[in-house]
């Protein structure tokens, strides 16, 4: 029993690194993630076909190669290391979930017709009023089911953190395993499947909250 304490006592400390590293990434990916967006959407074609190369080599390249990339390059060109591995965990999964919630946000945008739009300019709105009063509540409930399993996907994702020497909680049944401990890292999942849980019944509550709107 004393042994099943002590695991989980160090499971738990791992996994708060997890959920540090989760709510700081969503924290600065989803604004950023929005801003991305407006890029993409942008009149000005460099700063859109910039944006939209951007958004095509993060998605198109592992995460766990961008992690590698952001702890040693600086380093490597700029002379300017980033000695915290988490601060190089943090700016590699902020960048990565940035660039995908801003295609979920694209995607919502562009499913809202454009007679809404329209609607909006006879009334005499201006743009920033027909996006926040018209058009975002729409998107908003049309993009919280990609949004659910992007960000479920982004908790289980946490543990990739580990390749760059983060200490999380997969590293931390890894080091009951090199004790001969095996059933730790499987424990493991045990904290996932809560978290993970606890999101699911969360935005569930949301969308039955934006039922109510049927745009």
């Known amino acids: 029993m004393s042994s099943f304490l002590s695991v989980s006592t160090e499971l738990l400390k791992g996994f708060g690194e997890n959920v540090k590293l989760f709510g700081l990434t969503l924290l600065f990916s989803l604004p950023l993630g929005l801003i991305i967006t407006f890029c993409s959407t942008s009149k000005f074609k460099p700063l859109k076909w910039l944006s939209k190369t951007f958004v095509w080599i993060i998605r198109g390249t592992p995460l766990m190669l961008q992690l590698f990339v952001v702890l040693y390059v600086p380093g490597l060109l ?7 591995r988490f601060t190089a965990a943090l700016i590699a999964f902020v960048i990565n979930y940035s660039c995908y919630f801003s295609e979920i946000y694209r995607g919502g945008i562009e499913s809202i017709p454009k ?8 009334l005499g709105m201006t743009k920033p009023q027909i996006f926040f009063k018209v058009v975002l509540m729409q998107v908003v409930k049309r993009i919280i089911p990609p949004m659910s399993n992007e960000i479920i996907t982004l908790v289980k994702d946490t543990s990739l953190a580990r390749v760059i020497a983060v200490s999380e909680i997969i590293m931390a049944a890894d080091r009951f395993s090199a004790r001969g401990i095996i059933w730790p890292l499987f424990y493991t999942g045990v904290f996932f499947l809560l978290f993970n849980g606890v999101l699911t019944i969360l935005f569930g509550k949301i969308e039955k909250k934006l039922d109510y709107y049927r745009g």
């Open 78 to 84: 700029f002379n300017f290391p980033i000695k915290v």
């Open 115 to 122: 007679g809404q739009y329209e609607a909006g300019q006879v």
